[in-house]
Protein backbone atom coordinates (compact mmCIF):
# COMPACT_ATOMS: atom_id res chain seq x y z
CA UNK A 1 0.00 0.00 0.00
CA UNK A 2 1.91 3.63 -1.00
CA UNK A 3 1.05 6.25 0.70
CA UNK A 4 -0.66 9.43 -1.13
CA UNK A 5 -2.38 12.65 -0.77
CA UNK A 6 -4.57 13.46 2.25
CA UNK A 7 -4.60 10.14 3.40
CA UNK A 8 -5.60 8.31 0.24
CA UNK A 9 -3.13 5.21 -0.36
CA UNK A 10 -3.51 3.28 -3.62
CA UNK A 11 -4.64 -0.43 -3.68
CA UNK A 12 -3.86 -2.62 -6.74
CA UNK A 13 -3.73 -6.05 -6.00
CA UNK A 14 -2.89 -8.46 -3.95
CA UNK A 15 -4.16 -6.51 -1.02
CA UNK A 16 -4.12 -9.59 1.25
CA UNK A 17 -1.73 -7.99 3.18
CA UNK A 18 -3.66 -4.65 3.87
CA UNK A 19 -6.50 -6.35 4.75
CA UNK A 20 -4.24 -8.02 7.64
CA UNK A 21 -3.16 -4.77 8.33
CA UNK A 22 -6.59 -3.46 8.70
CA UNK A 23 -7.53 -5.98 10.61
CA UNK A 24 -4.45 -5.27 13.07
CA UNK A 25 -5.97 -1.60 13.37
CA UNK A 26 -9.46 -3.07 15.05
CA UNK A 27 -10.37 -2.04 18.40
CA UNK A 28 -13.64 -1.04 19.07
CA UNK A 29 -15.36 -2.49 15.72
CA UNK A 30 -15.05 -4.12 11.95
CA UNK A 31 -17.68 -2.95 9.51
CA UNK A 32 -17.59 -5.21 6.35
CA UNK A 33 -19.96 -4.71 3.43
CA UNK A 34 -19.42 -7.75 0.43
CA UNK A 35 -22.04 -9.78 -1.57
CA UNK A 36 -19.43 -12.44 -1.73
CA UNK A 37 -17.81 -14.17 1.28
CA UNK A 38 -15.71 -17.35 1.50
CA UNK A 39 -14.13 -18.80 4.37
CA UNK A 40 -10.66 -17.84 3.39
CA UNK A 41 -11.37 -14.54 4.43
CA UNK A 42 -13.73 -15.49 7.54
CA UNK A 43 -10.69 -17.14 8.94
CA UNK A 44 -8.20 -14.35 8.30
CA UNK A 45 -10.78 -12.57 10.66
CA UNK A 46 -11.68 -14.68 13.54
CA UNK A 47 -7.34 -15.93 13.72
CA UNK A 48 -6.28 -12.00 13.34
CA UNK A 49 -8.96 -10.74 15.86
CA UNK A 50 -9.04 -13.72 17.85
CA UNK A 51 -4.95 -13.25 18.43
CA UNK A 52 -5.12 -9.40 18.79
CA UNK A 53 -8.54 -8.81 20.66
CA UNK A 54 -9.12 -11.74 22.93
CA UNK A 55 -9.81 -9.51 26.50
CA UNK A 56 -12.18 -6.72 24.84
CA UNK A 57 -14.27 -8.91 21.87
CA UNK A 58 -15.12 -6.38 18.98
CA UNK A 59 -17.96 -5.73 17.64
CA UNK A 60 -18.13 -7.65 13.76
CA UNK A 61 -20.58 -6.59 11.39
CA UNK A 62 -20.94 -8.31 7.73
CA UNK A 63 -23.08 -6.92 5.22
CA UNK A 64 -24.11 -9.03 2.70
CA UNK A 65 -26.23 -11.23 0.32
CA UNK A 66 -27.53 -14.27 1.23
CA UNK A 67 -29.85 -15.27 -1.51
CA UNK A 68 -29.73 -19.05 -2.46
CA UNK A 69 -28.09 -17.68 -5.98
CA UNK A 70 -25.38 -16.85 -4.19
CA UNK A 71 -24.30 -20.29 -2.56
CA UNK A 72 -25.60 -21.70 -5.82
CA UNK A 73 -22.94 -20.12 -8.02
CA UNK A 74 -20.12 -20.72 -5.20
CA UNK A 75 -20.09 -17.25 -4.11
CA UNK A 76 -21.43 -17.34 -0.51
CA UNK A 77 -20.11 -19.56 1.55
CA UNK A 78 -22.67 -20.06 4.78
CA UNK A 79 -20.72 -22.35 7.00
CA UNK A 80 -17.86 -19.77 6.91
CA UNK A 81 -19.80 -17.19 8.53
CA UNK A 82 -21.68 -19.63 10.88
CA UNK A 83 -18.58 -20.36 11.93
CA UNK A 84 -17.07 -17.21 12.18
CA UNK A 85 -20.19 -15.60 14.02
CA UNK A 86 -19.77 -18.75 16.93
CA UNK A 87 -15.84 -17.40 17.17
CA UNK A 88 -16.93 -13.64 17.29
CA UNK A 89 -19.42 -12.82 20.37
CA UNK A 90 -19.84 -9.51 19.01
CA UNK A 91 -20.66 -10.65 15.77
CA UNK A 92 -23.69 -8.98 13.45
CA UNK A 93 -24.77 -10.46 10.04
CA UNK A 94 -27.45 -7.95 7.36
CA UNK A 95 -28.49 -9.06 4.53
CA UNK A 96 -29.33 -7.23 1.96
CA UNK A 97 -30.31 -8.75 -1.22
CA UNK A 98 -29.25 -5.46 -3.41
CA UNK A 99 -25.67 -4.94 -1.79
CA UNK A 100 -23.05 -4.65 -4.36
CA UNK A 101 -20.00 -2.46 -2.54
CA UNK A 102 -16.75 -3.79 -1.25
CA UNK A 103 -16.05 -1.94 2.09
CA UNK A 104 -13.89 -2.36 4.78
CA UNK A 105 -13.74 -0.20 7.73
CA UNK A 106 -11.77 -0.83 10.91
CA UNK A 107 -13.33 1.91 13.91
CA UNK A 108 -12.85 5.10 11.95
CA UNK A 109 -8.87 4.93 11.41
CA UNK A 110 -9.15 2.98 7.66
CA UNK A 111 -11.40 2.27 5.26
CA UNK A 112 -10.97 0.36 1.95
CA UNK A 113 -12.65 0.57 -0.91
CA UNK A 114 -12.12 -1.84 -3.46
CA UNK A 115 -13.49 -3.97 -6.32
CA UNK A 116 -11.96 -7.45 -4.59
CA UNK A 117 -14.79 -9.56 -2.30
CA UNK A 118 -14.66 -11.05 1.00
CA UNK A 119 -13.19 -14.58 -0.70
CA UNK A 120 -9.73 -15.39 -1.42
CA UNK A 121 -9.46 -14.83 -5.34
CA UNK A 122 -10.84 -11.06 -4.37
CA UNK A 123 -8.12 -10.68 -2.11
CA UNK A 124 -4.98 -12.03 -4.09
CA UNK A 125 -6.45 -14.17 -7.30
CA UNK A 126 -8.21 -11.76 -9.57
CA UNK A 127 -6.91 -8.40 -10.72
CA UNK A 128 -8.49 -5.86 -8.28
CA UNK A 129 -8.10 -2.16 -7.59
CA UNK A 130 -9.28 -0.25 -4.65
CA UNK A 131 -7.97 2.42 -2.18
CA UNK A 132 -7.15 2.75 1.31
CA UNK A 133 -8.55 5.98 3.29
CA UNK A 134 -7.36 7.56 6.41
CA UNK A 135 -8.25 10.81 6.88
CA UNK A 136 -10.76 10.49 9.98
CA UNK A 137 -13.42 12.75 8.28
CA UNK A 138 -13.53 11.08 5.23
CA UNK A 139 -13.53 6.96 6.63
CA UNK A 140 -16.38 8.83 9.32
CA UNK A 141 -18.49 9.63 6.11
CA UNK A 142 -17.55 6.19 4.34
CA UNK A 143 -19.15 4.57 7.72
CA UNK A 144 -22.37 6.51 7.89
CA UNK A 145 -23.28 5.73 3.84
CA UNK A 146 -22.45 2.33 4.73
CA UNK A 147 -24.31 2.15 8.70
CA UNK A 148 -27.48 3.82 6.52
CA UNK A 149 -27.59 1.24 3.43
CA UNK A 150 -27.36 -1.35 5.91
CA UNK A 151 -29.90 -0.43 8.18
CA UNK A 152 -32.58 -1.57 5.11
CA UNK A 153 -31.28 -4.34 5.37
CA UNK A 154 -32.35 -7.47 7.29
CA UNK A 155 -30.29 -8.86 10.78
CA UNK A 156 -30.09 -12.14 10.80
CA UNK A 157 -29.98 -13.95 14.33
CA UNK A 158 -26.35 -15.91 14.62
CA UNK A 159 -28.89 -18.67 16.03
CA UNK A 160 -30.22 -19.29 12.89
CA UNK A 161 -27.64 -19.48 10.58
CA UNK A 162 -26.37 -23.17 11.05
CA UNK A 163 -29.87 -24.28 9.68
CA UNK A 164 -30.17 -21.41 6.70
CA UNK A 165 -26.10 -23.42 5.90
CA UNK A 166 -27.46 -26.73 6.35
CA UNK A 167 -30.37 -25.84 3.58
CA UNK A 168 -28.27 -24.23 1.55
CA UNK A 169 -25.74 -27.46 1.35
CA UNK A 170 -28.60 -29.81 0.61
CA UNK A 171 -29.90 -27.53 -2.06
CA UNK A 172 -26.31 -27.12 -3.92
CA UNK A 173 -26.49 -30.92 -3.93
CA UNK A 174 -29.54 -31.14 -5.40
CA UNK A 175 -28.78 -28.37 -7.50
CA UNK A 176 -25.92 -30.29 -8.80
CA UNK A 177 -28.18 -33.11 -9.69
CA UNK A 178 -30.45 -31.00 -11.54
CA UNK A 179 -27.26 -30.09 -13.42
CA UNK A 180 -26.50 -33.39 -14.03
CA UNK A 181 -30.31 -34.72 -14.98
CA UNK A 182 -32.58 -34.26 -18.06
CA UNK A 183 -35.20 -35.72 -15.79
CA UNK A 184 -38.45 -33.30 -15.31
CA UNK A 185 -38.60 -34.86 -11.67
CA UNK A 186 -35.62 -33.40 -10.79
CA UNK A 187 -35.87 -30.00 -11.87
CA UNK A 188 -39.42 -29.85 -10.23
CA UNK A 189 -37.47 -31.28 -7.07
CA UNK A 190 -34.74 -28.88 -6.99
CA UNK A 191 -37.26 -25.59 -8.30
CA UNK A 192 -39.41 -26.25 -5.01
CA UNK A 193 -36.59 -26.89 -2.61
CA UNK A 194 -35.87 -23.05 -3.88
CA UNK A 195 -38.57 -21.34 -3.78
CA UNK A 196 -38.90 -22.97 -0.40
CA UNK A 197 -34.98 -21.42 0.27
CA UNK A 198 -36.55 -18.00 -0.68
CA UNK A 199 -39.22 -18.42 0.85
CA UNK A 200 -37.17 -18.88 4.66
CA UNK A 201 -35.08 -15.82 3.90
CA UNK A 202 -37.76 -13.76 2.82
CA UNK A 203 -39.34 -14.75 6.00
CA UNK A 204 -36.47 -13.81 8.14
CA UNK A 205 -36.20 -10.44 6.55
CA UNK A 206 -39.59 -9.18 7.69
CA UNK A 207 -39.62 -10.67 11.33
CA UNK A 208 -40.04 -8.03 13.20
CA UNK A 209 -41.42 -5.67 10.15
CA UNK A 210 -44.56 -4.98 8.20
CA UNK A 211 -44.00 -4.83 4.27
CA UNK A 212 -44.93 -1.20 4.86
CA UNK A 213 -41.74 -0.57 6.85
CA UNK A 214 -39.64 -2.49 4.75
CA UNK A 215 -40.51 -0.26 1.63
CA UNK A 216 -41.12 2.70 3.73
CA UNK A 217 -36.68 2.52 4.69
CA UNK A 218 -36.53 2.34 1.41
CA UNK A 219 -38.20 5.11 0.15
CA UNK A 220 -36.67 7.19 3.06
CA UNK A 221 -32.82 6.13 2.41
CA UNK A 222 -33.30 7.14 -1.47
CA UNK A 223 -34.85 10.00 -0.56
CA UNK A 224 -31.60 11.49 1.34
CA UNK A 225 -30.13 11.26 -1.98
CA UNK A 226 -32.72 14.28 -3.31
CA UNK A 227 -36.54 14.46 -4.49
CA UNK A 228 -37.33 11.58 -6.83
CA UNK A 229 -40.12 11.56 -8.99
CA UNK A 230 -42.81 8.25 -8.85
CA UNK A 231 -41.42 6.30 -12.41
CA UNK A 232 -37.88 6.67 -11.26
CA UNK A 233 -38.51 5.96 -7.52
CA UNK A 234 -40.51 2.64 -7.98
CA UNK A 235 -38.00 1.05 -9.95
CA UNK A 236 -35.43 1.84 -7.24
CA UNK A 237 -37.17 0.48 -4.56
CA UNK A 238 -37.09 -2.87 -6.74
CA UNK A 239 -33.81 -2.17 -6.98
CA UNK A 240 -32.73 -2.41 -3.43
CA UNK A 241 -35.86 -5.63 -2.64
CA UNK A 242 -35.58 -7.22 -5.69
CA UNK A 243 -36.79 -10.63 -3.55
CA UNK A 244 -39.89 -8.40 -2.53
CA UNK A 245 -40.45 -7.22 -6.22
CA UNK A 246 -40.71 -9.77 -8.47
CA UNK A 247 -42.97 -9.32 -11.30
CA UNK A 248 -43.28 -13.12 -11.99
CA UNK A 249 -44.11 -14.48 -9.33
CA UNK A 250 -46.86 -13.74 -6.17
CA UNK A 251 -45.46 -15.12 -3.13
CA UNK A 252 -48.01 -15.29 0.13
CA UNK A 253 -45.63 -15.34 3.55
CA UNK A 254 -48.33 -15.60 6.42
CA UNK A 255 -51.30 -14.04 4.79
CA UNK A 256 -48.99 -10.75 3.22
CA UNK A 257 -49.17 -10.73 -0.77
CA UNK A 258 -45.22 -10.32 -2.17
CA UNK A 259 -44.14 -10.40 -5.46
CA UNK A 260 -46.90 -8.98 -8.06
CA UNK A 261 -48.73 -6.82 -6.00
CA UNK A 262 -45.42 -4.87 -4.90
CA UNK A 263 -45.90 -1.25 -6.55
CA UNK A 264 -49.34 -1.36 -4.84
CA UNK A 265 -47.16 -1.50 -1.57
CA UNK A 266 -45.11 0.91 -2.62
CA UNK A 267 -48.04 3.18 -3.22
CA UNK A 268 -48.92 2.31 0.15
CA UNK A 269 -45.68 3.36 2.30
CA UNK A 270 -45.77 6.38 0.11
CA UNK A 271 -48.87 7.49 1.83
CA UNK A 272 -48.07 6.37 4.85
CA UNK A 273 -44.94 8.20 5.11
CA UNK A 274 -46.25 11.35 3.59
CA UNK A 275 -49.58 11.14 6.02
CA UNK A 276 -47.13 11.57 9.08
CA UNK A 277 -44.97 14.37 7.11
CA UNK A 278 -41.86 12.24 6.36
CA UNK A 279 -42.19 12.91 2.82
CA UNK A 280 -43.88 15.44 0.47
CA UNK A 281 -44.98 15.82 -2.99
CA UNK A 282 -45.15 19.05 -4.69
CA UNK A 283 -47.04 17.37 -8.00
CA UNK A 284 -43.79 15.98 -9.68
CA UNK A 285 -41.55 14.77 -7.45
CA UNK A 286 -41.26 12.79 -3.86
CA UNK A 287 -38.93 14.78 -1.24
CA UNK A 288 -37.75 14.29 2.13
CA UNK A 289 -39.87 16.99 4.66
CA UNK A 290 -37.39 19.49 6.25
CA UNK A 291 -38.59 18.70 9.45
CA UNK A 292 -38.74 14.89 9.43
Avoid at 184 to 197: D, M, S, Y
Avoid at 206 to 235: W, Y
Wanted: charged share 25%; net charge positive.
Amino acid sequence: MKPFENGVSLLPSPWTDTFLSLLEQVENDLLISSPYVKRFATEKISETLLKKCAAIHPAVKLVTDMRPESALAGSMDLDAISALSQKLEGFKLVHLPSVHAKVYIADCKIAVITSGNLTEPGMRGNVEYGVALTNQNVVNAVRCDVEAFAAIGTSINPSDLPALAAEMTELTKLFRQYQNSTRVKARRIFNERLEHAKLKLMKQRVIGKTLNSVFSDSIRFLLQRGPIATKDLHPLVKDLNPDFCDDSVDRVIDGVHFGKKWKHHVRIAQQSLKKRGEIRFDGKVWSLSTHA
